[in-house]
């Protein structure tokens, strides 16, 4: 449904999105998760045609995205992350104007719209003027303006972000709803739980390169030794992250407040002799624990950067 | 034909708000009261005091009102146009339209028809006020649907110029301000470059001929064609076709040169056709500017 293959794009000197490369397949909720500034909205703006790309490819659905954006927009339906709506204008009117805009009017259309907003749960609200609903309320309604046309892919830009844990928990409901129906849908977030839960597939972004991409089955699995490693001090922290910082095998540190989490590709031998080499360099140990894996501690791990503050 | 989404769109929201009211309201009112002056001027003023009442001079009450609405044309199309995209833009309402099946320049076109609509809507609405000018007679429906014809065109003109500025800038101040600039331009900055041009030439003429100089009008050359984009002077040449005898337009572009008589005589069909090609070409570029995968007009340096 959608393939990206080594899509690079620069804003001036700054690389957004370094040979990023992306499948979905058809009927897949693929998760696409990154840190802030990792560059989720500017491939999704790519992928919408809102965007030109530097070099690389993007196909959807069979549709090259840079020479026939067009068709590329009949097959996309877009949620941005921040969007606005018309003043004056009802909830269903809103609605018609973009049927409209795809040739359907009159019954038809209005037949269609309330059908949409039944299923993003606006039944009843297509009277009330749009820049009068609340925050959910609106992103539901524009959730329901991005299917008018029937997209093959919806690309939806944090549609949970700013709701409150109730708006949050409708918007999942609504795309598990459009997920049964068959939809193949793109779905971003800067939060890994918020997306692990309705995703089929996830891919994790950073610096505008994917780190990691599959199901959230093969993710988990995948990872063998490479929960981290966290461990907390009472004294002698910065001895010990010396030492770190020594051992090949010690791949990312991460320092929070009060612990330290290393990613660290070794047996059990090999973490006996750092934990001693720690202990030898004066520092005081009080917990060194490998993490229960968690699909959260993973994208920590993946995201935190070679070596960086974490305040909590 | 189907309507055009955007411009249905448009009139729907514009009919609502408070502000159409507001300027039907305002526009209507300032022609009322120009219309009362003319009027009194004609009637009261001239009869208390020279007894009569000068039956050629009532022509005047059709300038007077056709001047006072052309102006209010130029001043309310800025308004109309110049929050066109850039308004959308900042309610964050353009990206999804360019996310749709709509291509830039028919989002262009949907903006440009609604507040020419909009401003025949105006011009319809003041009917009333301009047919004061029939309860007397000296003009015909023709000249009024010239009238209307100069309306529409200026609209258009004046429009393209205000939506090309939105879609230029991210802010609608920015574009209203830059619309009306340009406004000023078209009306009196050239003037202004003809007066400086002709101050040059006059200068020059000074020179070259001594102390004892023989009058002659210096002359702007083909410079003097600017005013052709100019509405002012478009809507001038238009009443002197109507109720004048064209002298004063020659006497007019003396100031300034000569203006061969072919043209003089078609000059306000030259001018109306020029500032429609003007408008095409900044529609073009707007439709241009807005579409989010366009090359870029200049390219950057390439760093190999
Ligand atoms: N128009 C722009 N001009 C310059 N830099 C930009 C622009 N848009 C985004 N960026 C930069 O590109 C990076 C990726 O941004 P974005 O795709 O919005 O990330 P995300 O959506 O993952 O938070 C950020 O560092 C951001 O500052
Ligand atoms: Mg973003």
């Not at chain 2, 039907?24 to 020279?50: H, K, P, Q």
């Amino acid at each position: 449904m959608l393939l990206i293959k080594n899509l690079t794009k620069k804003y001036g000197k700054f690389t957004a999105l370094d040979n990023l490369n992306m499948e979905i397949k058809k009927g897949e909720i693929f998760g696409f998760v990154g840190p802030n500034g990792a560059g989720k909205t500017t491939t999704m703006r790519i992928v919408s045609g809102l965007l030109k790309t530097d070099s690389g490819t993007v196909n959807v659905d069979g549709v090259d995205a840079g020479t026939n954006p067009g068709e590329l927009k009949s097959k996309i339906g877009y949620m941005p992350d921040f969007f606005g709506v018309y003043d004056n204008l009802k909830a269903l009117e809103y609605m018609e104007f973009y049927a409209s805009i795809y040739g359907i009017t009159g019954n038809k259309a209005k037949q269609l719209c309330l059908e949409l907003m039944d299923l993003v749960q606006l039944t009843d609200q297509g009277d009330s003027y749009v820049d009068e609903m609340s925050r959910g309320m609106k992103q539901r309604l524009c959730l329901a303006r991005s299917l008018v046309h029937n997209p093959r892919l919806l690309v939806l830009d944090e549609p949970a972000s700013g709701l409150d844990p109730r708006a949050r928990l409708e918007m999942k409901d609504i795309l598990k709803e459009l997920h049964n129906k068959g939809k193949t849908i793109l779905i971003s977030s800067h939060i890994l739980p918020e997306l692990a839960q309705m995703c089929t597939n996830i891919g994790i972004i950073e610096k505008g390169k994917m780190v990691v991409s599959g199901t959230v089955e093969e993710i988990l699995s995948a990872r063998g030794t490479a929960s981290p490693i966290v461990m907390k001090f009472t004294a002698g922290q910065d001895r010990a992250v010396e030492v770190l910082k020594q051992n090949s095998l010690v791949q990312n540190i991460t320092i929070r407040d009060n612990s330290i989490s290393i990613l660290f590709k070794g047996n059990e031998t090999e973490e006996a002799d750092i934990l001693a080499a720690m202990i030898q360099s004066g520092a005081m140990l009080s917990s060194f624990t490998r993490e229960e894996s968690s699909l959260e501690s993973l994208f920590m791990q993946i995201t935190a950067g070679e070596e960086q503050e974490v305040s909590e | 034909m189907r309507f055009n989404p955007v411009y249905r769109k448009e009139l729907k929201i514009s009919i609502r708000s408070i502000r159409t009211a507001i300027i039907l309201l305002g526009y209507n009112g300032i022609l009322a009261l120009f219309g009362l002056f003319a009027f009194y001027v004609t009637f009261e003023y001239d009869s208390r005091y020279g007894g009569t009442v000068d039956y050629a001079s009532i022509l005047r009450i059709y300038a007077i009102i056709t001047v006072a609405e052309f102006g209010l044309v130029l001043f309310t199309v800025p308004a109309l146009t110049a929050a066109s995209i850039s308004g959308e833009r900042e309610r964050q309402t353009l990206e999804i339209l360019l996310t749709t099946k709509l291509t830039p320049l028919q989002i262009i076109l949907g903006k440009l028809a609604s507040s020419i609509s909009m401003m025949i809507f105006l011009a319809f609405s003041s009917l009333p006020i301009l047919a004061i000018v029939f309860t007397i007679g000296g003009v015909t429906l023709r000249d009024f649907a010239e009238f209307m014809l100069l309306i529409v065109v200026t609209a258009v003109f004046i429009g393209s110029v205000g939506i090309f500025f939105s879609t230029l800038f991210k802010k609608t101040t920015s574009a209203t301000v830059s619309t009306y600039g340009v406004l000023l331009v078209l009306g009196l900055g050239t003037l202004a470059v003809l007066w400086a041009i002709r101050l040059i030439i006059q200068i020059k003429m000074k020179k070259f001929s001594g102390d004892v100089m023989p009058y002659q009008t210096p002359d702007a050359g083909n410079w003097i064609l600017i005013l052709l984009i100019n509405p002012a002077v478009t809507y001038f040449s238009m009443m002197e076709d109507q109720i004048g005898t064209g002298s004063r337009l020659t006497s007019f572009f003396g100031n300034f040169g000569t203006v061969s008589m072919e043209i003089q005589k078609y000059w306000f069909f030259i001018s109306v056709f020029l500032q429609l090609g003007v408008s095409a070409f900044l529609l073009g570029i707007s439709a241009r500017l807005l579409n989010p995968l366009r090359n870029r007009f200049y390219r950057k340096k390439k760093s190999s």
